[in-house]
C-alpha cells in the first residue's frame, strides 16, 4: 500500500485545513488509518485514527473537539478535518495504515510521506 497524504499549508490561527490521505496500489478498505504528526525537535505523535469501516474514530486529547477524521472507501481516501487551528498544531503531518485500532507508530505497516502544516499567531 502506498499512501500519499496531500493539504498542508500556511493557515492563521483559528483557521481551518482538510488534509487528504489517498492510498493506491491495494485497496486500504481493511486497514486501520491512523494521522501522526511531528513538530520540529520533537517525537512523532498520534494525533487520531479511523476504524476500517469508518463507524470509529478515536482522539488525541489535544485534538479532541477539533479534529475530524473520516474515509471514503470507495475513493480510498482517509480525511482529516482541522478546525481551529492553533500554532501548536504546527507540524508534519502523516499518515499511516494498520491491520488494528492502535495509537502506537510501531503498530502501523504503512507510512505516507507526510504534509506540513503551518498555523501562523
Known amino acids: 500500500v502506498q499512501l500519499q497524504a496531500s493539504g498542508g499549508g500556511l493557515v492563521q490561527a483559528g483557521g481551518s485545513l482538510k488534509l487528504s490521505c489517498e492510498a493506491s496500489?491495494?485497496?486500504?478498505?481493511?486497514?486501520?488509518m491512523g494521522w501522526f504528526r511531528q513538530a520540529p525537535g520533537k517525537e512523532r505523535e498520534f494525533v487520531g485514527g479511523?476504524?476500517?469501516?469508518?463507524?470509529?474514530?478515536y482522539y488525541a486529547d489535544s485534538v479532541k473537539g477539533r479534529f475530524t477524521i473520516s474515509r471514503d472507501n470507495a475513493k480510498n481516501t482517509v480525511y482529516l478535518q482541522m478546525n481551529t487551528l492553533k500554532p501548536e498544531d504546527t507540524a508534519v503531518y502523516y499518515c499511516?495504515?494498520?491491520?488494528?485500532?492502535?495509537?502506537?507508530?510501531?503498530?502501523?505497516?504503512?507510512w505516507g510521506q507526510g504534509t506540513l502544516v503551518t498555523v501562523s499567531s
Open positions: 479511523i476504524s476500517s469501516s469508518g463507524g470509529t474514530t
Open positions: 499511516a495504515a494498520s491491520t488494528r485500532l492502535t495509537t502506537v507508530i510501531e503498530g502501523y505497516d504503512y
Open positions: 496500489g491495494r485497496s486500504n478498505n481493511h486497514y486501520r
